[in-house]
């Protein structure tokens, strides 16, 4: 067996799967996963968007956090230009969203730029082979699964704003819907020049074309902004949790920051002593889960340190310990994520995302631009406020648990505000409860927002109805990806690819 992995389509498993079957490492694994992510799975990800891996290098003890997330747009640019994004309403089951959409919508794009970095630092195999899996879906064509007939569907406003995109999502009149194949003509000319360094999204031609369409639309990014686009390495925040490891996203992305606030409180609860979906382990977990949504980690737009200052914490572990010991019961956006361990030990856990998309799409290369100047969770501090050339703040948590410098379990999740509540609930069943891996990605998940908890089925009627009398409960009929999509894989090659977001998993 030469490794394991867990995403979110059977393509992209199927790629990384590949990788290692043909002698390559977790790296190759993940960056060929990435391409095929794009490819198979193209609701939630993109060459035009960004994200971030999380890489355990087991023959050097090495963790790397490579940072390929967007850039705000602007540097150098006009100062009279106001950028305008299209609103758009999207309607998810139970509640509508407004999505800001268009060209001014995105910003400076990360993705490309960061699986070639990966390629160049960590990859053993050519990247003629890495690319082989999605060049050879793009040449086939990928089949519509339920998943991401449902996501598309969702986002079917978005991804037929623009001609490129009708040609592509619509198919005999109509928008393309499960079953029915995808092809993307552009992007397999655009991979196929990548291969041989004849394309770039960073410069010439194609840049050149990216901004004119972007300033034509209102839109301030630069060809100074993709000049200066840099991955940027840095070192992993290391949460200990118990007796184990976790090791995440650092500043200045808040998720891990979050995360390890939520794991400080839950450390002061033995929750081990407490059946799983009970009202004595999710009361403690909606409160920790209170506390992720008011603990602002960027103050005055800079990052908090870890470990968290004691003066923060102490009005914060008093509230967290008031409101458990009061409300104790008697009687509980387009993202996705690739989890990889190959048989030597190292690891790799990738979070990425496009926003919803910005419907517009990089001319000539097939490729659609992200939307995150218009992801309001993105920028607490309205649009455009924060500088040009600044890296956007994320919520993606790619994270390892870690035992005596060796990696136990690999995990992440895409779902916007719900990825740090997915991650926390998977953890502690793993770690806190010891159940199966499985298990621990399918157990029913509750999520705290707007003052609403939201709680899949499978908890017991009478424990929905004692929280009820501590906050407004909202009950969903069905396990939905609203809840996140957590793939998982451990040191024994077991895995799952969590069914919410159609999940898969594979051994290499």
């Not at 609701?43 to 850039?71: C, K, P, Y």
């Not at 305008?84 to 139970?94: H, L, R």
């Not at 992720?292 to 980690?297: E, I, L, Y």
Request: glycine share 10%; net charge neutral.
């Amino acid at each position: 067996m030469t490794g394991a992995v867990a995403a979110g389509h059977p393509l992209t498993t199927r790629a990384a799967a590949e990788m290692m079957s043909r002698g390559g490492n977790a790296f190759d694994a993940v960056v060929s996963a990435g391409f095929a992510s794009v490819v198979a799975e193209p609701a939630l990800t993109s060459l035009g968007g960004g994200g971030f891996l999380l890489a355990h290098i087991e023959n050097r003890h090495e963790d790397i956090l490579f940072d390929f997330f967007v850039d705000t747009p602007g540097l150098n640019a006009a100062n009279d230009i106001k950028p305008f994004m299209t609103p758009v309403d999207i309607k998810f089951p139970g509640h509508t969203q407004v999505f800001h959409t268009g060209f001014a919508s995105a910003a400076v794009p990360g993705m490309l730029k960061g699986l070639l970095h990966i390629h160049q630092r960590l990859c053993t195999l050519p990247l003629k082979t890495v690319l082989s899996p999605a060049m050879s879906y793009l040449e086939k064509g990928v089949e519509i699964s339920e998943t991401q007939g449902m996501i598309l569907g969702l986002l079917e406003p978005v991804f037929t704003s623009t001609e490129y995109g009708r040609s592509i999502y619509m198919k005999n009149g109509r928008y393309i819907s499960q079953q029915d194949r995808l092809f993307n003509p552009l992007m397999k000319e655009f991979l196929r020049g990548l291969v041989n360094n004849a394309h770039d999204l960073y410069r010439n031609e194609t840049a050149q074309g990216l901004v004119n369409s972007i300033n034509t639309h209102h839109g301030t990014m630069t060809l100074d902004d993709l000049t200066a686009y840099r991955v940027i390495e840095r070192k992993p925040i290391r949460i200990r949790y118990r007796d184990s490891e976790i090791i995440t996203n650092p500043p200045p992305s808040t998720g891990g920051l979050l995360l390890a606030l939520a794991l400080y409180l839950l450390e002061r609860v033995d929750l081990r002593s407490m059946p799983r979906d009970s009202a004595h382990v999710l009361v403690p977990l909606v409160e920790a889960m209170k506390e992720m949504t008011s603990f602002n980690p960027l103050k005055n737009g800079a990052p908090s340190s870890y470990p968290l200052a004691g003066s923060v914490m102490a009005g914060i572990i008093e509230s967290f310990r008031k409101n458990v010991a009061e409300n104790t019961l008697t009687a509980t956006q387009g993202t996705t994520h690739i989890s990889i361990i190959d048989r030597e030990g190292n690891a790799a856990s990738m979070t990425t995302s496009n926003g919803s998309g910005s419907g517009c799409f990089i001319p000539g290369t097939g490729i659609m631009l992200n939307n995150m100047m218009g992801e309001d969770d993105l920028h607490p501090d309205g649009f455009f406020s924060s500088p040009p050339g600044h890296r956007v703040s994320s919520m993606m948590i790619p994270a390892m648990v870690m035992k005596d410098g060796k990696v136990k379990f690999v995990l992440g999740s895409g779902g916007s505000k719900r990825i740090k509540t997915a991650v926390l609930q998977v953890l502690i069943n793993l770690i806190d409860f010891q159940v199966p891996l499985k298990e621990a990605v399918e157990r029913p998940r509750v999520h705290y927002e707007d003052g609403v908890v939201q709680a899949e089925p499978g908890i017991e009627e009478k424990v929905i109805d004692g929280l009820r009398t501590l906050h407004p409960v909202n009950t969903w009929g069905l396990k939905n990806m609203y809840f996140g999509g957590v793939h998982c894989v451990n040191s024994h090659m077991e895995g799952w690819g969590d069914s919410r977001r159609g999940g898969s998993f594979l051994t290499g």
